[in-house]
Protein backbone atom coordinates (compact mmCIF):
# COMPACT_ATOMS: atom_id res chain seq x y z
CA UNK A 1 0.00 0.00 0.00
CA UNK A 2 1.20 3.29 -0.78
CA UNK A 3 -1.24 5.81 0.60
CA UNK A 4 -3.77 5.08 3.04
CA UNK A 5 -5.56 7.92 3.59
CA UNK A 6 -8.77 6.74 3.32
CA UNK A 7 -8.71 5.64 -0.18
CA UNK A 8 -10.69 2.80 -0.65
CA UNK A 9 -10.97 1.22 -4.09
CA UNK A 10 -13.79 0.02 -6.03
CA UNK A 11 -14.36 -2.44 -8.99
CA UNK A 12 -17.75 -1.11 -11.04
CA UNK A 13 -18.92 -4.35 -11.87
CA UNK A 14 -22.74 -4.09 -11.89
CA UNK A 15 -23.01 -2.92 -15.59
CA UNK A 16 -25.48 -5.47 -18.13
CA UNK A 17 -22.61 -5.50 -20.89
CA UNK A 18 -24.90 -5.30 -23.59
CA UNK A 19 -22.31 -4.36 -26.18
CA UNK A 20 -20.02 -6.80 -25.36
CA UNK A 21 -23.08 -9.62 -25.18
CA UNK A 22 -21.80 -11.36 -21.71
CA UNK A 23 -20.17 -10.23 -18.39
CA UNK A 24 -17.50 -7.92 -19.05
CA UNK A 25 -16.11 -8.83 -15.26
CA UNK A 26 -16.56 -12.44 -15.78
CA UNK A 27 -14.31 -12.32 -18.86
CA UNK A 28 -10.39 -13.68 -18.13
CA UNK A 29 -7.23 -11.35 -19.33
CA UNK A 30 -5.05 -11.82 -17.05
CA UNK A 31 -5.22 -16.06 -15.74
CA UNK A 32 -8.73 -15.24 -13.57
CA UNK A 33 -12.14 -12.85 -14.24
CA UNK A 34 -10.92 -9.28 -14.58
CA UNK A 35 -13.17 -8.12 -12.02
CA UNK A 36 -10.91 -10.02 -9.68
CA UNK A 37 -7.60 -9.03 -11.36
CA UNK A 38 -8.62 -5.44 -10.53
CA UNK A 39 -9.85 -6.05 -7.33
CA UNK A 40 -6.25 -7.57 -6.65
CA UNK A 41 -4.42 -4.44 -8.26
CA UNK A 42 -6.39 -1.95 -6.35
CA UNK A 43 -6.18 -4.07 -3.20
CA UNK A 44 -2.49 -3.26 -3.54
CA UNK A 45 -2.32 0.49 -3.13
CA UNK A 46 -6.15 1.34 -1.00
CA UNK A 47 -6.76 0.85 2.08
CA UNK A 48 -9.83 -1.01 1.72
CA UNK A 49 -11.05 -2.74 -1.39
CA UNK A 50 -14.93 -3.26 -2.64
CA UNK A 51 -16.59 -4.95 -6.10
CA UNK A 52 -19.78 -3.30 -7.05
CA UNK A 53 -22.08 -5.52 -8.25
CA UNK A 54 -26.14 -5.72 -8.88
CA UNK A 55 -27.98 -7.97 -6.25
CA UNK A 56 -28.81 -10.67 -8.84
CA UNK A 57 -24.43 -11.23 -8.95
CA UNK A 58 -23.95 -11.67 -5.71
CA UNK A 59 -23.76 -15.21 -5.57
CA UNK A 60 -20.97 -15.03 -8.28
CA UNK A 61 -18.68 -13.37 -6.22
CA UNK A 62 -16.42 -15.23 -4.08
CA UNK A 63 -17.34 -14.28 0.01
CA UNK A 64 -13.55 -13.59 0.19
CA UNK A 65 -14.21 -9.96 -2.09
CA UNK A 66 -16.20 -7.27 -0.36
CA UNK A 67 -18.79 -6.15 -2.25
CA UNK A 68 -21.85 -3.19 -2.08
CA UNK A 69 -25.08 -4.33 -3.63
CA UNK A 70 -26.10 -1.34 -6.11
CA UNK A 71 -28.96 0.58 -4.75
CA UNK A 72 -30.28 1.77 -7.74
CA UNK A 73 -31.43 5.06 -6.92
CA UNK A 74 -29.28 6.42 -10.00
CA UNK A 75 -29.04 5.02 -13.47
CA UNK A 76 -25.34 4.20 -14.70
CA UNK A 77 -22.06 4.33 -13.49
CA UNK A 78 -22.96 6.86 -10.89
CA UNK A 79 -25.17 4.06 -9.60
CA UNK A 80 -22.05 1.85 -8.23
CA UNK A 81 -20.27 4.56 -7.11
CA UNK A 82 -22.83 6.50 -5.33
CA UNK A 83 -23.71 3.45 -3.45
CA UNK A 84 -20.62 3.34 -2.52
CA UNK A 85 -20.31 6.76 -1.09
CA UNK A 86 -23.47 5.91 0.85
CA UNK A 87 -21.83 3.17 2.72
CA UNK A 88 -18.59 4.60 3.45
CA UNK A 89 -19.35 8.94 3.26
CA UNK A 90 -16.30 9.98 4.15
CA UNK A 91 -13.96 7.59 2.15
CA UNK A 92 -12.51 8.56 -1.06
CA UNK A 93 -12.93 6.46 -4.27
CA UNK A 94 -10.54 5.05 -6.50
CA UNK A 95 -12.54 3.79 -9.08
CA UNK A 96 -12.32 1.09 -12.24
CA UNK A 97 -14.37 -0.16 -14.67
CA UNK A 98 -14.27 -3.90 -15.22
CA UNK A 99 -13.55 -2.88 -19.42
CA UNK A 100 -10.09 -2.16 -19.19
CA UNK A 101 -8.00 -4.81 -19.82
CA UNK A 102 -4.47 -3.51 -19.69
CA UNK A 103 -4.90 -1.66 -16.68
CA UNK A 104 -1.75 -2.25 -13.91
CA UNK A 105 -0.05 -0.98 -10.63
CA UNK A 106 2.05 1.54 -12.39
CA UNK A 107 -0.55 3.42 -13.21
CA UNK A 108 -2.65 3.37 -10.29
CA UNK A 109 0.31 4.12 -8.23
CA UNK A 110 0.70 7.49 -10.70
CA UNK A 111 -2.61 8.45 -10.44
CA UNK A 112 -2.25 8.27 -6.64
CA UNK A 113 0.57 10.13 -6.45
CA UNK A 114 -1.02 13.18 -8.58
CA UNK A 115 -3.90 12.76 -6.20
CA UNK A 116 -5.31 16.56 -5.72
CA UNK A 117 -7.29 16.17 -2.72
CA UNK A 118 -8.57 19.79 -2.96
CA UNK A 119 -9.72 18.72 -6.44
CA UNK A 120 -12.95 17.61 -6.87
CA UNK A 121 -11.35 14.29 -8.22
CA UNK A 122 -7.90 13.26 -10.02
CA UNK A 123 -8.55 11.44 -13.54
CA UNK A 124 -6.22 9.39 -15.96
CA UNK A 125 -6.50 10.78 -19.99
CA UNK A 126 -5.24 11.10 -22.97
CA UNK A 127 -3.09 13.80 -24.43
CA UNK A 128 -4.50 13.63 -27.76
CA UNK A 129 -8.44 13.90 -26.17
CA UNK A 130 -8.12 14.82 -22.77
CA UNK A 131 -11.07 14.43 -21.12
CA UNK A 132 -11.18 12.98 -17.94
CA UNK A 133 -11.97 8.86 -17.60
CA UNK A 134 -14.24 9.00 -14.62
CA UNK A 135 -14.14 5.42 -14.83
CA UNK A 136 -10.51 5.29 -13.60
CA UNK A 137 -10.51 8.71 -11.47
CA UNK A 138 -10.19 9.20 -7.74
CA UNK A 139 -13.30 10.53 -6.44
CA UNK A 140 -12.92 12.56 -3.36
CA UNK A 141 -16.06 12.33 -0.80
CA UNK A 142 -16.96 16.23 -1.41
CA UNK A 143 -17.19 15.16 -5.12
CA UNK A 144 -19.88 12.00 -4.64
CA UNK A 145 -22.13 14.67 -2.67
CA UNK A 146 -22.22 17.54 -5.37
CA UNK A 147 -23.09 14.85 -7.38
CA UNK A 148 -25.71 13.18 -5.92
CA UNK A 149 -27.32 16.63 -5.82
CA UNK A 150 -26.30 17.37 -9.20
CA UNK A 151 -28.26 14.12 -10.41
CA UNK A 152 -31.04 14.93 -8.23
CA UNK A 153 -31.35 17.95 -10.12
CA UNK A 154 -32.08 16.05 -13.16
CA UNK A 155 -28.54 17.50 -14.49
CA UNK A 156 -27.97 13.92 -16.69
CA UNK A 157 -26.11 10.68 -15.47
CA UNK A 158 -23.35 11.08 -17.42
CA UNK A 159 -19.48 10.74 -14.78
CA UNK A 160 -17.90 12.35 -17.47
CA UNK A 161 -19.70 15.66 -18.15
CA UNK A 162 -20.11 16.20 -14.04
CA UNK A 163 -16.26 15.94 -14.35
CA UNK A 164 -15.93 18.20 -17.40
CA UNK A 165 -17.83 20.94 -15.61
CA UNK A 166 -15.89 20.23 -12.00
CA UNK A 167 -12.56 21.17 -10.61
CA UNK A 168 -10.95 17.72 -12.11
CA UNK A 169 -6.93 17.20 -11.87
CA UNK A 170 -6.02 15.10 -14.70
CA UNK A 171 -3.31 12.79 -14.78
CA UNK A 172 -1.54 11.60 -18.36
CA UNK A 173 0.03 7.83 -17.34
CA UNK A 174 3.26 6.89 -18.69
CA UNK A 175 1.55 3.91 -20.54
CA UNK A 176 -1.33 5.30 -22.66
CA UNK A 177 -2.99 1.81 -23.40
CA UNK A 178 -4.28 1.48 -19.92
CA UNK A 179 -7.20 3.58 -21.01
CA UNK A 180 -8.01 1.29 -23.76
CA UNK A 181 -11.42 -0.47 -23.18
CA UNK A 182 -12.75 -3.81 -24.35
CA UNK A 183 -17.03 -2.51 -24.60
CA UNK A 184 -17.73 -4.92 -27.67
CA UNK A 185 -16.76 -8.40 -29.30
CA UNK A 186 -14.26 -6.44 -31.67
CA UNK A 187 -12.74 -4.72 -28.79
CA UNK A 188 -11.82 -7.78 -26.95
CA UNK A 189 -10.94 -9.94 -29.38
CA UNK A 190 -7.87 -6.49 -30.29
CA UNK A 191 -7.02 -6.85 -26.69
CA UNK A 192 -6.63 -10.76 -26.51
CA UNK A 193 -4.65 -10.19 -29.67
CA UNK A 194 -2.56 -7.45 -28.17
CA UNK A 195 -1.98 -9.65 -24.53
CA UNK A 196 -1.09 -12.73 -27.14
CA UNK A 197 -4.29 -14.76 -25.69
CA UNK A 198 -5.19 -14.91 -29.93
Known sequence: MILADRLYGLVLSGGK????????????????????????LLDTVCERTFVSIRPEQKEEIP?????????????????GILSAHMRFPTAAWLVLACDLPFMDTDALEQLILA???????????????????????IWEPKALDVAQNYLNRGNGSSPRKFLIHSNCRLVFPKN???????????????????????
Open 63 to 79: ARFNRILDQDHHGGPFN
Open 17 to 40: STRMGKDKGRIIYHKRPHREHLYH
Open 176 to 198: PQVLMNANSQEEYTAAMEKLGGL
Open 115 to 137: RDTMAMATALTLKEDPLPEPMCA
